[in-house]
């Protein structure tokens, strides 16, 4: 019955059109507004960034299991989203990170030793988010979406938007998923970027389970859809195909940019891996979905793309998995070596200047430490 | 060439593989001694309290030694594979007792006896396997003359191993009293040098026979003083069958019917079917003829292979059949499915029943394999039984139950005699199948396993 005041309540939609430039048979396809051509350098770029990173992820998860890392967060089957949203990006651009975005990670220049180092408990991060323009991973679920914005509200107050200069005008990145899109937190940057048109692009991969909890039962509606109720523009793209995310990414940062404010981007995509390495997805999901998600994997379709029109040879791909084992080889042998922290970290890093009384502590501390023997171990 | 071997050795300890983990289950090893292995192959799945968890190996090389059993539950931290250099040879297997306990045990003997309030507190015990670690307390030494900074800490307890008390629970300590076991002739095994209940029991073996039939001491399995009740742990498996039975009977309201019928023709079948060259080396038996024939009949009534979706409020007819065959395996009841089998030839589906069997027994079913099914067939009759009101399997409309087959007397014409008889039972959820569809498929299947020929129609 629908309310003669209120009107009907809105009926759960079927899933909509996304915008998809690759299909998952490896076929290239057209969308009217994100008509993009890519040279062959492009393409084999996007290969070899989504072929590195899955084996980054892969390599980390096997070094969790080896005891080396206390936990590790899954990218797999989020590459194409990811690498994307990466590569989209223009130097001056800065991105606000989950604790998943190793793909991003990996576009920005940071050294996937780095991330080995926050998991194994080692440091909290240790890249300089200034020199990657890539901020620290974030725990706290959407906490950084409010980051983003302020930084994004900062922007604009530095006259870095709408400017029409390439290398000054400046947008921000949100990343985020869809278990944090029912977080206040990310509601209320929401509210915060319609109110004040801030130049940050939200990206939200929807990868479908906020740990254990399916999407379904978190929206009645398609998550790109909430930003209408906001005010500014949502859009849902193929997050399993690189080219897609690349150009819808590409074109939102521009709209940030140029001063229009605003805008959420749904990867439509899947966690074909576990939550964490802490979480077990067979006692939630079923491997038919898992099994249906395998055949639209990211790699495999520009892969098919690729060789079908002779764009890579057996050269070019072998080259790409000589350079996967050779990172491989290099995370092990570099997580092993990585040093524990020192407690001279707590006065050396936690404050930007060291006042009178941090360095009494600090010597207290040091005289205290040099009264033990030495460890023979 | 044992001590090369151990020279070049290295030790894979068994990681905390979830956020303050303390121990695992050896689940089953994917390795034997002698086996080469790669960085990152697997070498062992392990389940913890949290996950089932297959385990990369860190190292490249032979397999010298594993140094836990399947089915033992391992500390983190203890040394759980051996794996030599690669082209070091394998040492000799070493026991399987050759189990550690955590290497951060103390071995603390025994003595007095008299109850002890004062039992140390259970370090690990959790609810979930989240915890603290167990760490031993370890402390440098101060050098002499230094300069206090801070007061000295509080004399830490005597990590001596010299006997000093028994270590037990209260409820141990009466199983002992009970049995008249002494604690302080045991050797402790359990956590903290703590006297176990197992000890206690292993201790009055002699004395308290074990439950008859109950012999496999490998199981967790607990004898109660007196040895009259046994008490088994409900996981694993069986914990699952137990949720899966209750979900499906108090949802599901159960309809069952049953029809006998002479198969006589069917076991006539499966003897000319063996013979045939492109059945060779495929198990043929008179569950292959039924399960043909309800993939046939099913085309007929689809209902059967449905899903009631109680959350939206529709039936879903598939079609597609994933065939569940209820399986008997060493760790209870699995039922594995095959995949699309309504496209399968006699000669597939023969393949893929006893591929799925096969590997239901051995326990190595996939999840993929156990779920999705569409329709299941149970075959009670390999345990001589004629039939039964089977439960259907949750998520799936119905269920068929195979009978023994047995010659017995039977009315042909106007005459008696012995024909290959059995009774196929059908369960069917009555909320959506009503007494017709259900029959109907029914006498269909018995129709064609009476006549094989009848498939022709079909």
Not at chain 2, 251 to 272: M, S
């Amino acid at each position: 019955m629908t309310d003669p005041v209120f009107g009907p309540a809105p009926e759960r939609v079927p899933d909509p059109e996304l915008v998809q430039l690759l299909t998952p048979e490896g076929e290239r396809v057209h969308h009217p507004g994100f008509d993009v051509d890519f040279t062959a350098d492009e393409l084999c770029g996007f290969y070899r960034d989504m072929v590195l990173v899955r084996r980054l992820d892969i390599e980390a998860t096997a070094l969790q299991r080896h005891g080396e890392l206390g936990l590790w967060a899954q990218l797999l089957g989020q590459e194409a989203a990811q690498i994307g949203a990466g590569r989209a990006l223009a130097p001056q651009d800065f991105v606000f990170p989950t604790y998943r975005e190793h793909g991003v990670a990996w576009c920005r220049g940071v050294d996937p030793v780095r991330l080995l180092a926050l998991f194994r408990g080692v440091d909290q991060g240790s890249w300089d988010p200034a020199e990657h323009n890539f901020g620290l991973y974030t725990i706290v679920i959407g906490a950084q979406t409010l980051h983003a914005t302020g930084y994004a509200m900062g922007v604009q107050r530095d006259g870095l938007v709408g400017t029409g200069e390439p290398e000054r005008d400046t947008a921000v990145v949100a990343h985020f998923g869809d278990g944090a899109s029912s977080q206040g937190d990310v509601n209320e940057a929401f509210v915060f970027a319609a109110s004040f048109n801030a130049p940050v692009v939200f990206f939200c991969q929807n990868n479908q389970w906020a740990i254990s909890e399916p999407f379904e039962r978190q929206s009645r509606i398609p998550l790109y859809r909430r930003a209408h109720g906001f005010g500014f523009p949502g859009i849902r793209v193929d997050g399993n195909d690189v080219l897609a995310t690349y150009a819808v990414t590409k074109a939102a940062l521009q709209r940030a940019r140029e001063g229009q404010g605003p805008i959420l981007i749904e990867a439509y995509t899947y966690r074909m891996g576990a939550h964490t390495t802490t979480d077990d997805p067979t006692r939630y999901r079923l491997s038919d979905d898992v099994e249906h998600w395998k055949l639209k994997d990211p790699i495999a379709r520009l892969e098919v793309y690729l060789r079908r029109n002779g764009l890579a040879d057996d050269a070019f791909l072998a080259d790409v998995a000589a350079q996967a084992d050779a990172l491989g080889e290099r995370m092990r042998r570099e997580c092993h070596a990585l040093p524990d922290p020192s407690p001279h970290d707590l006065w050396d890093l936690v404050h930007a200047e060291k006042t009178a009384e941090l360095a009494a502590q600090q010597a207290e501390y040091d005289a205290h430490a040099a009264s033990f023997e030495e460890v023979s171990s | 060439m044992a001590d090369l071997a151990d020279l070049a050795a290295r030790e894979f300890k068994l990681p905390d593989v979830g956020e303050g983990l303390t121990e695992a289950d050896i689940v089953a090893w994917r390795v034997k001694v002698g086996d080469v292995v790669a960085v990152n192959d697997v070498v062992v799945e392990i389940e913890t309290a949290k996950s089932i968890v297959e385990l990369p190996s860190p190292y490249a090389g032979h397999v010298l030694a594993l140094l836990a059993a399947e089915g033992d539950t391992v500390a983190v931290g203890t040394p759980i594979i051996r794996i030599g250099e690669p082209g070091a040879a394998p040492a000799a297997p070493p026991p399987a007792s050759e189990v550690p306990t955590a290497p951060t045990t103390p071995a603390v003997t025994v003595s007095a006896e008299p109850i002890d309030t004062n039992i140390p507190p259970e370090g690990n015990a959790t609810l979930v396997g989240y915890g603290p670690k167990q760490r031993a307390l370890k402390r440098r030494a101060r050098k002499s003359g230094s300069n206090p900074v801070v007061e000295e800490a509080a004399p830490q307890p005597s990590r001596d191993p010299r006997p000093v008390r028994a270590l037990a629970k209260p409820l141990v300590r009466r199983l002992a009293r009970d049995l008249g076991v002494d604690l302080t002739a045991l050797v402790p095994t359990g956590p903290k040098g703590t006297v176990s209940k197992e000890d206690v029991l292993a201790a009055a073996g002699s004395a308290a026979p074990t439950a008859p039939g109950r012999a496999h001491a490998a199981s967790p399995v607990a004898v109660d003083p007196a040895g009259r009740e046994t008490r088994e742990p409900i996981k694993g498996v069986r914990k699952n069958m137990a949720a899966a039975m209750v979900a499906s009977a108090s949802t599901a309201p159960h309809v069952t019917e049953w029809v006998t019928i002479d198969a006589t023709a069917t076991v006539e079948l499966v003897d000319r079917l063996r013979e045939r060259r492109e059945l060779a080396g495929v198990k043929v038996s008179p569950l292959l003829v039924v399960a043909r024939a309800c993939l046939l009949a099913l085309r007929r009534t689809p209902l059967i292979n449905s899903t009631w979706d109680e959350a939206a409020q529709e039936v879903v007819v598939k079609h597609y059949v994933n065939l569940g065959i209820a399986a008997a395996t060493p760790r209870g009841l699995v039922v594995p499915n095959v995949k699309d089998a309504h496209a399968l030839s006699l000669v597939e589906l023969a393949q893929a029943l006893e591929a799925l069997t096969a590997t239901a027994r051995e326990g190595r079913s996939q999840p993929a394999d156990l779920t999705g099914g569409s329709f299941t067939i149970t075959n009670v009759g390999v345990f001589g039984v004629d039939g039964g009101t089977p439960i259907i399997n949750p998520g799936e409309s119905a269920i068929l139950c195979l009978g023994a087959i047995k010659a017995q007397p039977w009315v042909v014409g106007d005459q008696v005699v012995p024909r290959q008889v059995m009774t196929l039972s059908l369960s069917f959820d009555h909320r959506h199948i009503d007494g017709a569809t259900g029959s109907q498929f029914l006498a269909d299947v018995a129709d064609l396993v009476s006549d094989p020929a009848t498939a022709l129609v079909f």
